[in-house]
């Protein structure tokens, strides 16, 4: 860009003495459309001094609005089958697991308590902030389904509402145990 | 449930006297089904005093004066009674309800148009149809005809209080190439004019019969699938 193009650049753009003229002869709403006119256009010309004759197209918008940026829901799978569940509660929190006493549900499980290691990855990040000692969970494992194909899968739901759970009412027998060790 | 699946949903339907006005997603983005990204992707397709039906969050609402319903395309099934004890056992405790419905659908694949239809026949067998029955079992290609909608009622005791009714039907959805089969599990419950005690009698009896009615209604499905496998085509 030359030099005298950015005077004339410079020139184009409306003083502080040209804004309180035209504040008063149309109006400060008036005035401030021509203002915003005056700039739009300035910047076109600065546009199109920036660019190349060929690479140059009118029909092109000189602008880059920031586009607006808004949360899309997560591409669903297909179909997520779920062979297995349980339901548990959070006993222990580590940085990259955490252990948890857990039933099975579906069929005749569920009479038996377990002890699992649960990876804190197989939690979805939105859920991450509910992981406490004591949470109730249902862990389900099985098959995602999408247009890719079938891919395993974990998922790990921590429940809402108030949830009471068999398992989380029994007493912890070990835990009471330590009391009385002494 | 199985690899076939194609599609599920579990919904929770209440019956009672509902106010649907104080139902959008803004409210159900207030309590802890939902966080606040939830509420600017949700989808509103009509809210009025009369009636509410929009989406947010992976839940289906549809709250009419008399009905309530929330529906979950996608494991976890227990989501729906989630939402449901959030909104009842814990926001409106005071509504009054008088039954319940727990539902599973399903759609699932089957190897071939052919394995359909002879499932089809054999859920309904074209003989005692007579000459309309032979007439039927003649026509091929895009004529194929059959069985289009069988239910099966299983009554509850005492009688009043609810029955388990399974519709079995062609799935209509396209990509399965007259190959799928929809299979939706109604478990109704009523209180038997209990109504005016509030949310809390049908909450309790939600929470200790979800698992076992979603349960059940997965075995069947799983049960008719089995059995249309097992058929000679």
């Known amino acids: 860009m030359s030099a005298s193009a950015l005077l004339y650049e410079r020139s184009t753009l409306p003083s502080i003495t040209d804004r309180r003229r035209d504040t008063a002869r149309v109006g400060p709403d008036k005035a401030a459309q021509e203002a915003i006119n005056r700039q ?79 990876p804190i990855g197989d939690i979805p990040t939105a859920d991450r902030k509910l992981l406490r000692e004591g949470a109730v969970f249902r862990y389900l494992v099985g098959y995602a389904k999408s247009n890719k194909g079938v891919t395993r899968k974990r998922h790990v739901y921590f429940r809402r509402g108030k949830v009471t759970q068999d398992v989380a009412e029994q007493p912890n027998w070990l835990a009471l145990a330590a009391l009385f060790r002494d | 449930m199985s690899e076939a699946t194609e599609r599920l949903t579990a919904s929770i339907v209440l019956v009672g006297k509902f106010n649907p006005a104080i139902f959008s997603p803004a409210w159900i983005a207030r309590t802890e089904l939902v966080d606040d990204r939830a509420l600017e992707a949700a989808k509103v397709s009509v809210i009025h005093p009369e009636i509410a039906v929009f989406e947010i969050g992976g839940y289906s609402f549809d709250i009419r004066t008399e009905r309530f319903s929330v529906e979950v395309a996608s494991e976890p099934l227990v989501r729906a009674l989630d939402a449901t004890l959030v909104i009842f056992d814990k926001l409106l405790p005071h509504t009054p309800i008088s039954a319940y419905g727990i539902n599973y659908v399903e759609h699932f694949r089957l190897d071939s148009a052919d394995r359909r239809l002879a499932f089809g026949r054999a859920l309904a067998p074209l003989e005692p149809w007579g000459a309309w029955g032979k007439e039927i079992g003649e026509l091929k290609g895009d004529l194929t005809s059959g069985v289009v909608d069988l239910t099966m009622v299983q009554t509850y005791d005492p009688a009043g209080s609810g029955e388990r009714r399974v519709d079995v039907q062609p799935s209509a959805m396209t990509e399965l190439a007259n190959a799928g089969v929809f299979v939706s599990v109604n478990d109704h419950r009523s209180l038997l004019g209990k109504e005016s005690a509030g949310a809390k009698p049908v909450m309790e009896k939600l929470q200790s019969r979800f698992d076992d009615s979603i349960d059940i209604a997965r075995s069947i499905v799983d049960g008719l699938h089995a059995f249309a496998k097992s058929l000679t085509v």
């Open chain 1, 40 to 118: 739009i256009e300035a910047e076109r010309y600065v546009a199109r001094s920036l660019l190349s004759t060929e690479a140059y197209r009118p029909e092109e918008n000189a602008f880059f609005p920031v586009p607006e940026f808004r949360p899309l829901p997560a591409k669903a799978e297909q179909v997520f089958a779920a062979a297995k569940e349980w339901e548990g509660f959070v006993q222990e929190v580590g940085n990259s697991h955490f252990t948890a006493e857990l039933k099975e549900l579906r069929g005749k499980g569920g009479e038996v308590a377990d002890t699992a290691e649960i």
